[in-house]
């Protein structure tokens, strides 16, 4: 190949790669400005915000490239204490979850509705569907966005469960301290629902969720199954009490959620729950 013909077609490959790079920066501009404009909404609508988790710049920060990918939680104590009055479970899917992402070089915005959590955890009460609704509806009312999928998912799908040797508050430390042990992890924080029910005048028993992730595995994880941001990361831990006085432990199976948003999964993923599994099965011996 002659030199010319060299030139050439480094021209051709350098301006490719500058035009895709400019490609993903204006998706990523578009998936920012959703989650802004949803982050907005939210505090308009009176919605406290508990985290807020940009996956893709955490997971480069480690290194590891993905899509972008922006998740928002937001809490409403009076809707949370009202659902899980009827399904201490369904705190695994609580509070209010927006997923602003990269899919497909499109920037998409998906949340969890009411028709998740009813399939999942049993829920059929219309009146708190529509109050699940009218909150949801309030943080994305700037924006269009698409339901997480439901076809396929039944009762307690992808729910991996644990029973606790130790109490409430003993299991949420034990679990807290073994996550942070492994050093690639960020803990995002939690969700005390006990309390929040006991300011409104409701007793629900104990019920924490414990939210954490790895940026690096979870920013793998995610590389083109970008939606189960939305459930699977960051990783969530309710921890409660049974009805037959046991401390539980609650989590989802990462690839269970990737065969609902996908219809497939890769081997990472069951190693995550393996990894998962064996580091909260420790902690609450």
């Known amino acids: 190949m002659t030199l010319h013909k060299q030139m050439l077609l480094g021209a ?29 909404a939210a505090e308009e609508a009176g919605l406290d915000a508990v985290v807020a988790i940009d996956h893709a710049r955490l997971a480069a920060a480690e290194g590891v490239e993905m899509p972008a990918s922006r998740v928002q939680v937001f809490s409403d104590a009076e809707l949370n204490t009202a659902i899980l009055s009827q399904n201490i479970r369904a705190g695994l899917d609580l509070p209010l979850r927006v997923l602003s992402f990269d899919e497909k070089a499109k920037a998409t915005v998906m949340y969890t509705d009411f028709a998740f959590l009813g399939k999942r955890h049993g ?18 009312a700037p924006i269009e966005a698409i339901a997480a999928p439901t076809q396929g998912l039944t009762e307690n799908y992808g729910v991996l469960e644990l029973v606790s040797a130790h109490g409430h508050s003993e299991t949420i430390e034990r679990l807290r301290a073994a996550v942070m042990s492994q050093g690639d992890t960020v803990w995002f924080g939690e969700v005390d629902f006990t309390l929040d029910a006991k300011a409104l005048g409701h007793d629900i028993g104990p019920a924490t969720l414990l939210l954490f992730g790895g940026p690096a595995p979870g920013g793998v994880a995610m590389a083109e199954f970008p939606s189960i941001g939305l459930d699977a990361f960051c990783q969530k831990l309710l921890v409660f009490e049974g009805s037959d006085g046991s401390v539980r432990v ?15 999964t890769i081997k990472l993923h069951h190693q995550l729950n393996e990894r998962l599994t ?3 099965s420790k902690a609450v011996k």
């Open 12 to 40: 051709i490959i350098s301006s490719f790669f500058s035009i895709e790079a400019t490609a993903q920066q204006a998706v990523q501009n578009q998936v920012d400005q959703n989650a802004e404009a949803v982050q907005r």
């Open 123 to 140: 829920l059929t009460s219309s009146e708190l569907a529509d109050a699940f609704k009218a909150q949801m509806g309030s943080a994305l």
């Open 250 to 264: 609650i989590y989802n199976d990462i690839a269970a959620l990737a065969e609902l948003h996908y219809g497939k």
């Open 278 to 280: 064996a580091t909260f």
